[in-house]
């Protein structure tokens, strides 16, 4: 069974939007927070956000004040608003949970959704 799955991903102009989901498959429970990577090949992964079961969030300093992390890890989905786009933001976009399944505690991935900037 595919435990997250991310959608949204795409292409735009600079200066354009993006509004990336994620949600977890129904037996994953406990999400303490969720957060968005991103990763160009062969470069390190960079943290975008983190949003935690508290309702706290995080943002890497490329994309504070442009990219929005929301959602209800209650309800088991997050998104990410991606605003004023820059060609320096195509990457693929990772979704991570912290969360539980009926196996134990784990961290639990997506498959990664392709974000693509242009100018």
């Known amino acids: 069974q595919v435990q997250l799955v991310e959608s949204g991903g795409g292409s735009v102009h600079t200066g354009g939007s993006l509004t990336l989901s994620c949600t977890a498959s129904?037996?994953?429970?406990?999400?303490?927070?969720t957060t968005w990577y991103r990763q160009v090949l062969g470069n390190q992964r960079e943290l975008v956000a983190t949003?935690?079961?508290?309702?706290?969030?995080y943002y890497g300093d490329s994309v504070k004040g442009r990219f929005t992390i929301s959602g209800d890890l209650a309800e088991r989905y997050v998104n990410l608003q991606l605003n004023n786009l820059k060609p320096e933001d195509t990457a693929i976009y990772y979704c991570?949970?912290?969360?539980?399944?009926?196996?134990?505690?784990?961290?639990?991935w997506g498959q990664g959704t392709q974000v693509t900037v242009s100018s």
């Open positions: 991570k949970m912290n969360g539980s399944n009926w196996l134990g505690a784990y961290d639990f």
């Open positions: 129904d037996d994953i429970f406990n999400i303490i927070e």
């Open positions: 949003i935690t079961r508290g309702g706290s969030t």
